[in-house]
């Protein structure tokens, strides 16, 4: 996890870290996928989306939520007036765990100081965890995300201070569509804030 941070620390640029963890050997999920998934969306956004790990689809295109999560991802950004382009997207792990799996809290702690770097170097304005082990990887909550959804955090990079919005997964919205409700209050709040701030609507 020293050799991690020191790594991540090193990159001065989001294209440098994308380098430093394609070189990275210290994650044993690299081995198993097919491809490093960094990021999709517009480094530097003033909005940032950290989702878990990469799926299959992913795994294949090396980007992240290209796959059905990701399609309903777009919806949800469209409701509130978002795209692609004016957000930035991560995951806690950028390699697919085999079959899809929860990363163990190990593998989440040994990519977290990438995470962390990403997050420092792409500086947005508003973080948006989806889903429970991006909140607690990046928030510190314990809770579950039921319990810790809608709710505000702040994320402090040692630099500055970030507000953060934990919200519900879209591939458990998938699996759980009647709580899409939950979701879009979620959204709605995250709206709010984005107006505050001044981040535009896209036609
Ligand atoms: N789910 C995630 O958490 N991330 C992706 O990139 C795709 C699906």
């Known amino acids: 996890a020293l050799a991690a941070r020191a790594t991540a620390r090193a990159a001065t640029s989001l294209e440098e870290l994308r380098e430093a963890l394609a070189a990275f050997d210290g994650c044993a999920l690299k081995a198993t996928a097919k491809n490093l ?14 989702g878990e790990a990469p799926g299959r689809e992913e795994d294949i295109q090396g980007k992240p939520f290209v796959g059905r999560s990701g399609q309903l991802l777009d919806r949800m950004l469209a409701a509130i007036g978002l795209d692609r382009s004016s957000v930035y997207i991560a995951n806690i792990v950028p390699w697919r765990p085999p079959g899809n799996r929860t990363p163990t809290p190990q ?3 040994i990519c977290r100081p990438f995470i962390e770097r990403q997050i420092e ?3 947005p304005d508003v973080l948006v965890c989806l889903g429970g082990p991006s909140a607690q990887a990046l928030l510190g909550v314990r809770e579950g995300i039921l319990r810790t959804r809608g709710k505000w955090f702040d994320y402090d990079t040692g630099r500055r201070t970030i507000r953060a919005l934990a919200t519900l997964h879209p591939a458990y919205l998938l699996r759980q569509p ?3 409700r939950l979701a879009w209050r979620d959204l709605r709040a995250l709206r709010k804030v984005l107006d505050e701030i001044g981040v535009a609507l896209r036609s």
């Open 37 to 50: 998934v960094f990021a999709d969306g517009t480094p530097g956004a003033r909005v940032m989306l950290v």
């Open 107 to 109: 593998e989440a702690a």
């Open 121 to 123: 170097l792409c500086d």
């Open 178 to 180: 009647a709580q899409k």
